[in-house]
């Protein structure tokens, strides 16, 4: 039986895109919008878009030869005005031809196109592009966010960078050329469990340069400290989950420094990594005719009534019905005897527990020195503030600049084990820390403890002494992504948790409100 042939068309912002992919890709052709001026202008692009469509589709069609059995194109997210160009011109090949029409999440196109060249069958994804930056594993059916930005993708933050010194756009390849011949300053380097955040940081880097910082000497730091942040993310996730494998997709992506830093940190792991070459990182119509072909081998096809585009289309909202594997993430009981997580091995066979914070390769030898010592002190600090307010964590027996020595706890890991029961003491613990002023900051099920009929708190790095409600929300955020992200019953356990801090902490109701708005920040904008 021959392979099905389907034409994929990609617009969601500046380039306009289209590929036949059958057995392999067969032809690829793209017009990319290039703003004189600026950044991207929606209705900009979509005059662009509109402009070439024709002669794109029209040169794909001729060099490809043959039938095509569906027509796919990308439904969102993206620019309103870019994706119904996409979206028009696909519904009237469709018709033309008479052939089934596919609607393709942007997002999920750059995982499928990874996975496709990478053989990799169950990875970890880091995808950073100019509007979304996220690490995602698959569970059920679903592509579930682990860790996103919660203000501006990681490719925007540095074209704005780029913008207030009058480069050009794209100014991702201008940022990493200027960054080869520069020295690391320190700039903020801001990781909320497996959240990210990047405009703080690029709204240092503009002070730097004012302050008389080289150009060189900020793009080298703006990068070093970003991608050290999505580096560090995705590995919360291979050490969260057990996988070991990672990839590398979307735009941000072909940055020669970030494939190296993450096939540094998986090689210290005892992971795999790869990435797709260039073609494959940008937005590209081959992306979208793939994963539009192994749609309509799924048999998932749209009515031309139910194509209407959608610009924050998640990828966690998409039913995944070309995969038939569950994508299971832990082994339940599993020991962890000695774990090595993502910053920090912590030695279980002696009489106490050694946790080391390791350096990493990936890290500038600066930045690497100064968060190990930061958060060993940050942790030491917080759990002795938090048991001498009744929380329930281990006692520390003794302190340096890269290790503790604490209590062992002999309990089980709550990510093999959680259930309502567990999820509800989590909350009364959770709002016992957050009554007594102290916010964890990584706040997944493998961080806490089931001992004595309640749930302990351990890895205390990213913690804080504070009271603020944007921080507390956070916490609330990073935890319930968690179950979302790792367990089938999440919403269950939710309301667990939350039963429990509503007992225990006066302000929950408040910290529950800001949790909800925070979430909604991890959108497309």
């Not at 703003?35 to 040169?59: L, M, Y």
């Not at 039938?67 to 469709?94: C, N, V, Y």
């Not at 704005?160 to 700039?187: C, D, Q, T, V």
Request: aromatic share 8%.
């Amino acid at each position: 039986m021959p392979e099905k042939r389907v034409l994929g068309i990609e617009g969601t912002a500046w380039n306009f895109s289209a590929a036949v992919f059958a057995e392999d890709l067969v032809c690829l052709h793209s017009a990319p919008y290039v703003p004189p001026t600026g950044g991207i202008h929606p209705r900009e692009a979509a005059q662009h878009h509109a402009s070439v469509a024709s002669d794109i589709i029209k040169t794909v069609l001729n060099e490809a030869g043959g039938p095509i059995d569906a027509i796919a194109f990308s439904i969102g997210p993206g620019l309103g005005p870019s994706l119904r160009i996409a979206a028009t011109t696909a519904r009237t090949l469709a018709l033309k031809l008479g052939v089934p029409l596919i609607g393709v999440n942007h997002c999920v196109a750059h995982v499928e196109i990874g996975r496709w060249y990478t053989k990799f069958a169950d990875p970890i994804v880091l995808y950073a592009s100019g509007a979304n930056t996220q690490v995602l594993g698959f569970l059920n059916g679903k592509y579930r966010i682990f860790g996103e930005t919660l203000d501006i993708g990681l490719g925007n933050a540095l074209d704005k960078f780029a913008r207030s010194h009058n480069l050009p756009h794209p100014g991702g390849p201008i940022i990493e050329k200027m960054a080869k011949s520069g020295s690391y300053i320190h700039l903020p380097y801001t990781v909320k469990g497996m959240d990210l955040a990047f405009s703080g940081l690029m709204s240092a880097a503009k002070e730097a340069t004012l302050r008389g910082a080289s150009m060189e000497d900020v793009c080298f730091s703006f990068q070093e400290t970003a991608f050290s942040m999505c580096v560090e993310v995705t590995e919360r996730a291979l050490a969260h989950t057990g996988k070991d494998e990672v990839i590398l997709v979307g735009g941000v992506g072909a940055n020669s420094r970030l494939q190296e830093m993450l096939k540094t940190m998986c090689a210290e792991r005892g992971a795999r990594f790869m990435a797709p070459p260039r073609t494959f990182m940008g937005d590209n119509g081959a992306m979208i005719a793939y994963t539009g072909k192994i749609m309509l081998e799924a048999g998932s096809t749209i009515p031309i009534s139910e194509s209407v585009v959608n610009p924050g289309y998640r990828s966690d909202q998409v039913e995944v019905t070309w995969r038939s594997d569950a994508g299971e993430l832990f082994a339940p009981g599993q020991s962890e005897v000695a774990e090595r997580g993502a910053e920090a091995s912590v030695d279980l066979a002696g009489k106490n527990a050694v946790k080391s914070r390791l350096s990493k390769g990936y890290r500038v030898p600066e930045l690497d020195h100064h968060l190990i010592i930061e958060r060993t002190r940050a942790e030491a600090r917080c759990i002795a503030a938090a048991r001498h307010s009744g929380v329930p964590v281990p006692v520390i027996r003794d302190v340096t600049d890269h290790e503790i020595i604490m209590e062992k706890l002999e309990g089980d890991v709550l990510k093999y084990v959680i259930n309502e029961k567990y999820a509800k003491s989590a909350g009364i613990t959770i709002g016992k820390l957050h009554k007594a002023g102290i916010t964890h900051g990584d706040l997944t099920t493998s961080n806490m403890i089931w001992q004595n009929d309640c749930v302990y708190l351990i890895d205390f790095g990213l913690s804080q002494i504070t009271e603020e409600i944007e921080t507390r929300g956070d916490d609330l955020h990073v935890f319930f992504q968690t179950l979302e992200s790792t367990t089938q019953n999440s919403e269950s356990l939710k309301n667990a948790f939350i039963e429990g801090y509503l007992e225990t902490f006066s302000d929950a109701e408040n910290v529950i409100l800001r949790e909800h708005e925070i979430e909604l920040r991890g959108r497309y904008l």
